[in-house]
């Protein structure tokens, strides 16, 4: 088995750190003024823009549909992600979302004829309870934070299939996959939109009266955080492996709970502990089952 970089190792824990952090300029845009769905189209489109120029660095390589609908799977893991995000609780958001690599699990074993160990079983169980302890036993049903919770759960699912399909395909560029994601963003958050009927007139005339400060921030977090942060994660995808990718991923759950309970307060206790350790438990699961392949 190929050693793995170093460097691919650092960059990816990083990226997972400001991933958890992505909470803030949500959070922030909403304090603004701008609504749910606003805000996600408008980081999809901030993303998009900041994303187009490196399009030009080195060869796209081919595209095919599974790029297409991988690329509508991640973006709308990015669009989702930010709606729940203004909807409910960030710990539950995160948890929720982190039951991707469960998601994953079912589909390489369906799809992929991978087959099912111990260990993923065990990933399975742990992610199952994970939902039942976060949950509290009880669907949750009515309510924006009902529908966050379902909106996060299905941003996890909608990453694993998305990259799936991106990564089992034909490889392309970095860029061509980060511009790619940006645009499926854009597609799923103006879909909500337009089902919902159509940009908010309150968006509209923030938008208008404040363009400069809209302007900078799109600049600011297109170039120095969506961009580098998403093309980091997609390329450490293709350098280092799944179950590794899932355990140095876990630090976006840790960024995220820890920030979101410091600076925001909100409640961390018993229920949340139970549910981040599961959860996190679940990703390791595969970290053992690799270890153990590697010995033999």
Not at 15 to 23: E, H, K, R, T
Not at 37 to 55: N, Q, R, Y
Request: net charge positive.
């Amino acid at each position: 088995m190929t050693a793995v970089a170093p460097r691919a190792i650092g960059l990816v824990c990083v990226s997972a750190v400001l991933w958890g952090l992505y909470w803030m300029p949500v959070r922030a845009l909403e304090d603004v003024g701008l609504s749910a769905v606003s805000i996600s189209l408008f980081l999809g489109i901030t993303g998009l823009l900041a994303s187009v120029p490196f399009l030009f660095i080195g060869t796209i390589g081919k595209i095919g549909w599974r790029h297409v609908l991988g690329a509508l799977g991640i973006g709308s893991a990015f669009a989702l992600y930010g709606i729940a995000l203004t909807y409910t609780e960030i710990v539950r958001v995160v948890l929720l979302f982190y039951l991707a690599p469960a998601w994953s699990t079912i589909i390489e074993c369906v799809f992929f004829r991978r087959r099912l160990s111990i260990n993923s079983v065990l990933g399975l169980l742990f992610s199952f309870l994970g939902i039942v302890v976060i949950f509290r036993g009880e669907l949750p049903i009515a309510g924006l934070g009902a529908l966050g919770d379902w909106l996060a759960l299905f941003a996890g699912l909608s990453w694993s299939v998305g990259s799936a399909l991106m990564f089992s395909s034909q490889k392309i560029s970095v860029p061509a996959m980060t511009t790619a994601s940006f645009l499926g963003a854009i597609v799923i958050a103006g879909s909500a939109m337009m089902l919902g009927g159509g940009i908010n007139a309150g968006d509209l005339v923030l938008l208008q009266n404040r363009w400069p400060m809209f302007l900078l921030a799109a600049s600011l977090l297109g170039l120095f955080y969506l961009v580098p942060v998403s093309a980091i994660t997609l390329w450490g995808a293709t350098q280092i492996p799944p179950a590794m990718m899932s355990f140095l991923l876990t630090l976006e759950v840790i960024a995220a709970v820890a920030s979101s309970a410091l600076l925001l307060g909100e409640r961390f206790g018993w229920i949340e502990i139970i549910g981040t350790t599961l959860i996190i438990a679940a990703a390791l699961s595969e970290v053992v089952r690799v270890d153990k392949l590697k010995s033999v």
